[in-house]
């Protein structure tokens, strides 16, 4: 069975992909005319996942506002995610960046898409992970608004790579050519079809 899980990226931060990948079962299942193939006999998955990144440095001494994360990709839909924080005046610049994590790991529309906020290693900064090379596409944006709170630009997450995991069941076309893919069956696909996925809004990680 390959190991799908995403690689620790700081202490105490471990994240899972999916809670229900399938489990490996001997090795040809029929349940009500439907053929089934345990994961660990998917020939074509061939490259581990590794999961796309990006940070904000932040620096400061915060004052009372509202801080607003935004985070684009195709797959979140045509409208980006926009995730507004409270920051207080009483908060420590530690404090505030822990709520901006908080806050991005409580928000539903980026749980399902396997975001995941956390400290970076200095503590003085927001890392933010998704699976594969799904998360190649994101763009996050932090917007101190009145916090007086300072953050790099627009960043643009990089680095991932793997097979995708489909978070349905749903026929997608490409180059005329009709493509079956199923919930939880991770497979490696090309970057040319990556994209048509992302920019067609299908839900996968």
Wanted: hydrophobic residues 40%.
């Amino acid at each position: 069975m390959l190991d799908f899980s995403l690689q620790k990226r700081a202490p105490g931060h471990e994240y899972n992909l999916l809670p229900t990948l399938l489990p490996n079962f001997s090795p040809n299942v029929v349940s009500r005319g439907l053929h089934h193939i345990s994961p660990e006999d998917y020939p074509e998955v061939t490259s581990p996942r590794v999961a796309s990144t990006g940070s904000f440095a932040v620096s400061g001494v915060p004052a009372a506002g509202t801080a607003t994360v935004t985070i684009t990709n195709g797959v979140l839909g045509t409208v980006p995610v926009s995730v507004p924080v409270a920051i207080t005046a009483t908060d420590t610049l530690t404090q505030a960046i822990i709520a901006i994590i908080n806050a991005i790991n409580a928000t539903e529309a980026l749980n399902q898409f396997y975001f995941q906020a956390y400290p970076t290693a200095d503590g003085s900064g927001i890392g933010i992970a998704q699976p594969s090379g799904v998360g190649n596409y994101s763009t996050i944006a932090l917007d101190p608004g009145t916090t007086a709170i300072a953050v790099t630009a627009t960043t643009q997450m990089s680095g991932g790579s793997g097979a995708i995991i489909p978070l349905n069941n749903f026929n997608f076309n490409h180059n005329n050519a009709n493509i079956p893919f199923w919930y939880g069956i991770p497979r490696d696909v090309g970057s040319s079809l990556l994209a048509s996925l992302v920019s067609n809004n299908v839900p996968i990680c």
